[in-house]
Nanobody, 120 residues
């Protein structure tokens, strides 16, 4: 059974920082690309950041320079460090594990999400 369990969300003031964690189980973590997505109130889910199995990273323009995604394969955990948080960062943040096999078949797993609220 695959589980992705996010933690680290909460209420933070504008300009503050948070570190989100996502602990994975039931998958061979090191072969999966991992990502963070978010869904704000009344908005569609959007990509925040991804990290490949090889450690290459990609960020949405809206968080570039303010966020860092990293992974610890020994702990089966992916992190998202977010700094200089803005009210528009308020959203439910979801962890994703994705992989495309040799036949081109895509598999995705999602966590339940963790709420991040940026407000004074």
């Amino acid at each position: 059974q695959v589980q992705l369990v996010e933690s680290g969300g909460g209420l933070v003031q504008p300009g503050g920082s948070l570190r989100l964690s996502c602990a994975a189980s039931g998958i061979v973590f090191k072969i999966y690309a991992m990502g963070w997505y978010r869904q704000g109130p009344g908005k569609q889910r959007e990509l925040v950041a991804t990290i490949t199995s090889g450690g290459s990273t990609n960020y949405a323009d809206s968080v570039k320079g303010r966020s860092t995604i990293s992974r610890d394969n020994a702990k089966n955990t992916v992190y998202l460090q977010m700094n200089s948080l803005k009210p528009e960062d308020t959203a439910v943040y979801y962890c994703n594990a994705g992989r495309t096999n040799a036949l081109g078949r895509r598999t995705d797993y999602w966590g339940q999400g963790t709420q991040v609220t940026v407000s004074a």
